[in-house]
């Protein structure tokens, strides 16, 4: 009776329904499944449940207290995570030691790649080319005080860099984005004084048919591998002092710039309607796994648009 009234009166959210139909869960629960070293550890709701609650969590900018008193709520997030009326829901402290495990196991990646496998099998991954980029991402605390590169007893693990002469502190994100599709294909997170070259290779998908990047990703090292592996270089070119930038490079820049502003579409979605203008957490972890689940959550939605 109980589930016959939820699915009455599930609300407005009928895009819940839509990604719920979407998604093989069990297929989900079987990558995770490891995620409990024994059945002790394992909570009393089902873990595809905890799954589909941080995924709202990110759909809706919710604190682990604001996502249990919502889900208490709304009927709509009640269907989606298979939470009958006459049930409760998850506490916030069980929200949270989930999120802690999956971060700890390293499987927000897991989940991750297994819906991006899936929405491939879909069809909805091109492979035309693969835009990569990074942004900065501010850290959840205050930088210290002093010096700028000085390391802070808080956050220990976030970074300092410059960008347009100002210092920043925190974080950087780095994606690959598929070319037509816009659906994120890799998400790496790091300390914000790594240069975006270095996580460059392991953004590269392998089975597309060109790379695009900015000039930061402008060296002879990812050039040679992109060649190596029959992928078309798109990486713009950079002038250095004494050698200025031939007419057709500066052409060829402008060209892979129309085309890579997708990928800053990608952040600009990111920052703008999910607040990743700031880490959330503190600690490379945590951030990293915050990173993973709210890259799943926006593929899905994109998902929705390139199925509609």
Same mark, same amino acid.
């Given at each position: 009776?109980?589930?016959?009234?939820?699915?009455?009166?599930?609300?407005?959210?009928?895009w819940?329904?839509?990604i719920d139909?979407?998604?093989?869960?069990?297929?989900?629960?079987?990558?995770?499944?490891g995620?409990y070293?024994?059945?002790?550890?394992?909570?009393?709701?089902?873990?595809?449940t905890?799954?589909?609650? !941080?995924? !709202?969590?990110q759909?809706?900018g919710?604190?682990?207290p604001? !996502?249990?008193?919502?889900?208490?709520?709304?009927?709509?997030?009640?269907r989606?995570?298979g939470?009958?009326?006459d049930?409760?829901?998850p506490?916030?402290s069980?929200?949270?030691?989930?999120r802690?495990?999956?971060?700890? @196991?390293g499987?927000?990646?897991?989940?991750f790649?297994?819906?991006?496998r899936?929405?491939?099998?879909?069809?909805?991954?091109v492979?035309?080319?693969? !835009?990569?980029d990074?942004?900065?991402?501010?850290?959840?605390?205050?930088?210290p005080?002093?010096n700028?590169?000085?390391?802070?007893?808080?956050?220990?693990?976030?970074?300092?860099t410059?960008?347009?002469?100002?210092?920043?502190f925190?974080y950087?994100?780095?994606?690959?984005?598929?070319?037509?599709?816009?659906?994120i294909?890799?998400?790496i997170?790091?300390a914000?004084?790594l240069?975006?070259?270095?996580?460059?290779?392991?953004?590269i998908q392998g089975?597309?048919?060109?790379v695009?990047?900015?000039?930061?990703?402008?060296s002879?090292?990812?050039?040679?591998?992109?060649a190596?592996?029959?992928i078309?270089d798109?990486v713009?070119?950079?002038?250095?002092?004494?050698?200025?930038?031939?007419?057709?490079?500066t052409w060829?820049?402008?060209?892979v @710039?129309a085309?890579?502003?997708?990928?800053?579409?990608?952040?600009?979605?990111m920052?703008?309607?999910?607040?990743?203008?700031?880490?959330?957490?503190?600690?490379l972890e945590?951030?990293?796994?915050h990173?993973?689940?709210?890259?799943?959550?926006i593929?899905?939605?994109r998902?929705?648009?390139l199925?509609a």
């Amino acid at each position: 009776m109980a589930d016959g009234l939820v699915n009455q009166r599930a609300g407005r959210n009928g895009w819940l329904d839509r990604i719920d139909s979407i998604v093989d869960w069990p297929a989900v629960v079987k990558v995770l499944d490891g995620i409990y070293a024994s059945d002790e550890g394992r909570p009393s709701y089902p873990l595809v449940t905890y799954v589909k609650l !941080l995924l !709202l969590q990110q759909w809706y900018g919710l604190s682990d207290p604001g !996502l249990e008193e919502a889900v208490d709520d709304r009927l709509s997030f009640r269907r989606f995570a298979g939470l009958p009326l006459d049930e409760g829901v998850p506490d916030h402290s069980a929200i949270w030691r989930f999120r802690q495990e999956l971060a700890k @196991a390293g499987l927000a990646e897991v989940l991750f790649a297994e819906v991006g496998r899936q929405l491939d099998a879909k069809g909805l991954i091109v492979r035309n080319g693969t !835009l990569i980029d990074a942004t900065l991402v501010a850290a959840a605390v205050k930088p210290p005080k002093g010096n700028a590169g000085e390391v802070s007893e808080r956050d220990p693990e976030a970074g300092w860099t410059k960008k347009n002469g100002k210092s920043h502190f925190g974080y950087k994100a780095h994606i690959a984005v598929d070319e037509g599709s816009e659906i994120i294909r890799d998400a790496i997170l790091t300390a914000a004084d790594l240069h975006d070259s270095q996580p460059a290779a392991s953004l590269i998908q392998g089975d597309e048919k060109a790379v695009y990047g900015d000039k930061a990703y402008a060296s002879e090292a990812l050039r040679t591998k992109l060649a190596a592996a029959g992928i078309d270089d798109r990486v713009m070119y950079k002038a250095s002092r004494n050698k200025p930038l031939k007419p057709w490079q500066t052409w060829f820049n402008k060209v892979v @710039a129309a085309i890579r502003c997708a990928v800053e579409r990608r952040f600009a979605v990111m920052k703008r309607h999910y607040g990743f203008r700031r880490a959330r957490y503190i600690g490379l972890e945590r951030n990293a796994c915050h990173l993973q689940l709210l890259c799943t959550a926006i593929n899905l939605k994109r998902a929705l648009v390139l199925a509609a």
